[in-house]
């Protein structure tokens, strides 16, 4: 089976300070894709990135970088500089090559709140 | 470019009766599409998920049904709601496996649904 845990349920920090978002993974899946969602307060889930488990590379886009470690089965999530427009609930998501990828398994969320 | 539609938006229904929300989706074919639920500060919820007309598979046992009358259309209905239907109900699609990014689900804008 596998799970998506972040243990981090509520974060606050003051505009313009960085914050990390963790996420821990189980899987037994050879080949598996993760991804980071966000949920603003209007509700939609947007997409934030996609991550093959072949590929380890950190990735930076824009204030948003990400930090995957196959060894430790992390991929946490930075936010450089944050601003209340990151005010959100961030999802962390894993989808395994034994299913197909037809399902995803979603982390419980992280509650992110940029105090002005 | 694909884009995912739900309607409606909001819905305020008292017990006992019916419900029918409808996801569409523009600008692919032959998607996965999925139906999820969110409850108030939850995480998400698989309800059901469909890889092509009339084919349904369920992930929760409870009072709600789903229908793909047409490729790109998928419907979530109740004969009878119950006051724990209460929720976000959120539209999901995702291209087949094979194609480009077919690992990757796009959600839709959601339906806030309140049985009093």
Known sequence: AQKVTQAQTEISVVEKEDVTLDCVYETRDTTYYL??????PSGELV????RNSFDEQNEISGRYSWNFQKSTSSFNFT???SQVVDSAVYFCALSGNSGGYQKVTFGTGTKLQVIP | SQTIHQWPA?????VGSPLSLECT????SNPNLYWYRQAAGRGLQLLFYSVGIGQISSEVPQNLSASRPQDRQFILSSKKLLLSDSGFYLCAWKAPL??????T???GPGTRLLVL
Do not use: N
């Open chain 1, 35 to 40: 991804f980071w969602y966000k949920q603003p």
């Open chain 1, 79 to 81: 936010i450089t500089a």
């Open chain 2, 105 to 107: 689900q796009y959600f």
């Open chain 2, 98 to 103: 094979g194609r480009a990014f077919g690992e």
């Open chain 1, 47 to 50: 997409f934030l990135i996609r």
């Open chain 2, 10 to 14: 909001t819905l305020v229904q008292p």
């Open chain 2, 25 to 28: 989706v523009e600008g692919t």
